[in-house]
């Protein structure tokens, strides 16, 4: 497991395996001569972890209104512009069995495997966490397709003809219990390591099968099961600083429940479809006007009430925020890889008229590159570790359960406050913030500014059925200066200028979104081999 040693190795073996869900079988495994030695067992439990989450959290922030996805061939922008449709070729699907098959196969054929007693665990304790681990990533698979597509088949075996695998979809709710009572049961029998070292880094621990536990109850509207699940989270802190808990010398910090690693040179990460066209990137995921606009002032005001007593300039929009929005986002007049970003200028390389490959909303996004130099020049080859779950999660979630529960206690208030102070803002405002509606806004807009880039605004916006209400109409980027006119202001103390955009904001694009777009739509590729997940969801 360490590093994905056996990745290479791994791939090969299971390129040749069947999954007759995804398509027809070419070759098989021979478990005769396959499954003998724990080496076989390590192996395989390398291919279910590889490719079980991936880049995709980067990318799906661009079916909700925090980002937009510019090259439409890279799948998301018909997921966020509402235009998708089951036969829709240029839209990115989640509706795979790839992962879920490996798993099954592993889970049947492990008890072959001779495991022996080493110095820190006995042979069954490591089957048992193998084990584990594979029904964890199994049943995350089942979580991620349930949100976008809703009722799929619940399938816990592996298959011997494309026929028989041509099963109907299980309801939503099925599958999630399902989900439920695997994580319960790895975790109330403790099968899983308690905590990650230098010689399991990237494994799955018993955190995040509490941490799942709660994010899941918490979807589901489950809050006091959330709750305990989230005060059963131990061993994580966190990370002092927030722009430092993404930097690649911080990897497998103590605030990281769940990480999908990547190794440099052997299975690295490529971030140039992130980075600005000045930088070389192709500024394919970019945020929009409505997240930058979600971030406080330093004092804990929002946008509106800082507008209205005066003290928030939208020609000079940048100063005096949330520090989260400047780790987050590189914005016009930022300092950021040596040079001011300008993406207000006309002619500038990052100026949305400029090329296909610059912004087009006039930001880019900078977490986990908020220096290029971490990455020696090599930023197509790193070995950065993304964010799956981590501790704030946990706190929010708990916070937010305790807020839909009625619990409006002091546990709720110190969850919110530990997120805020580390990120430089005041603590909660208990005069202002003292009812459900209220804390309801704050904890809302402490996710989404927390989270932005990481992948779970759109579950937020689902669950919360405010998706119609933000993902109607235009979708705005920055606010624009007079051709030819003088934008910068004075450099700042941190090194940044302050700026004057006086013209109106950049159109992104037009979005729509109707109530068919809660869910996705079944693949056709996948009906065309499998008429038996008809019918497909409502509205396509």
């Not at 061939?73 to 098959?101: C, K, M, P, W």
């Not at 698979?141 to 592996?158: A, E, N, S, W």
């Not at 006309?346 to 990455?375: M, P, R």
Request: aromatic residues 12%; negative net charge; proline residues 4%.
């Amino acid at each position: 497991m360490k590093n994905y040693i056996y990745i290479v190795l791994t791939a090969i073996l299971f390129n040749s395996c069947s999954d007759f869900l995804d398509r027809e079988p070419n070759d098989t495994l021979f478990p005769g001569i396959f499954w003998e030695t724990e080496n076989d067992a390590k192996l395989t439990l390398t291919a279910c972890y590889r490719d079980f989450e991936g880049e995709g959290i980067l990318y799906n922030d661009c079916a909700s209104d925090n980002a937009y996805n510019f090259h439409r061939h890279e799948g998301y922008q018909a997921l966020g512009d509402g235009s998708i449709v089951a036969g829709e070729t240029n839209a990115v699907s989640f509706f795979s069995y790839t992962t879920i098959r490996k798993c099954n196969e592993f889970l049947e054929n492990i008890d072959k495997v001779h495991f022996k007693d080493d110095a820190n665990l006995t042979a069954q304790q490591k089957k048992n966490a193998m084990i584990a681990e594979v029904r964890f990533i199994r049943a995350y698979r089942y979580f991620i397709m349930t949100q976008f597509y809703g009722d799929v088949p619940l399938v816990t075996k592996t298959f011997k003809t494309p026929d028989e695998a041509k099963v109907s979809r299980d309801s939503r709710e099925k599958v999630e219990q399902f989900i439920i009572t695997e994580l319960q049961d790895i975790s109330k029998n403790k099968y899983l390591l308690e905590h990650q070292d230098q010689s399991n880094k990237g494994r799955i621990t018993l955190s995040a099968a509490h941490a799942l536990l709660s994010r899941i109850h918490l979807y589901r509207k489950e809050y006091a099961e959330a709750i305990a699940e989230a005060n059963l989270v131990k061993g994580h802190s966190l990370f002092p600083s927030y722009e430092g808990l993404f930097l690649l010398a911080n990897n497998n910090n103590s605030e990281a429940i769940l990480e999908y690693q990547y190794v440099k040179d052997e299975y690295q990460l490529d971030f140039t479809p992130y980075l600005p066209n000045s930088a070389g990137g192709w500024s394919s995921v970019v945020p929009l006007q409505s997240l930058v606009d979600n971030y406080e002032t330093i004092d804990g005001l929002t946008i509106d009430e800082a507008k209205a007593n005066g003290t928030y300039d939208e020609s000079n929009p940048f100063v005096n925020r949330d520090p989260r929005l400047r780790a987050t986002i590189i914005y016009p007049g930022q300092i950021w890889d040596g040079q001011i970003y300008s993406s207000v200028v006309v002619g500038d390389l990052d100026h949305f008229q400029s090329a296909n490959n610059a912004t087009s909303s006039g930001y880019n996004f900078k977490k986990y590159f908020s220096n290029l130099e971490q990455y020696g020049g090599n930023y197509w080859n790193t070995g950065k570790y993304l964010m799956i779950i981590r501790y704030a999660e946990v706190l929010l979630n708990l916070a937010e359960a305790k807020i839909e529960k009625g619990d409006i206690d002091d546990e709720m208030y110190a969850s919110l406050n530990a997120v805020r102070k580390r990120a430089g803002l005041p603590e909660v405002n208990k005069s202002k913030y003292n009812n459900q509606a209220k804390l309801r806004e704050l904890v809302r807009r402490e996710r989404r500014s927390e989270f932005a880039f990481e992948g779970l605004r759109r579950f937020d916006i689902i669950r919360w059925n405010i998706a119609k209400d933000v993902m109607n109409g235009n979708a705005y980027g920055c606010r624009q200066i007079k051709p030819n006119a003088e934008w910068l202001k004075g450099q700042l103390p941190n090194g940044d200028y302050n700026v004057n955009l006086t013209e109106a904001p950049i159109i992104v694009e037009k979005r729509t979104f109707h109530d068919r777009n809660m869910l996705l739509p079944i693949p056709q590729d996948a009906i065309d081999k499998n008429k038996n997940l008809l019918p497909n969801n409502p509205g396509y």
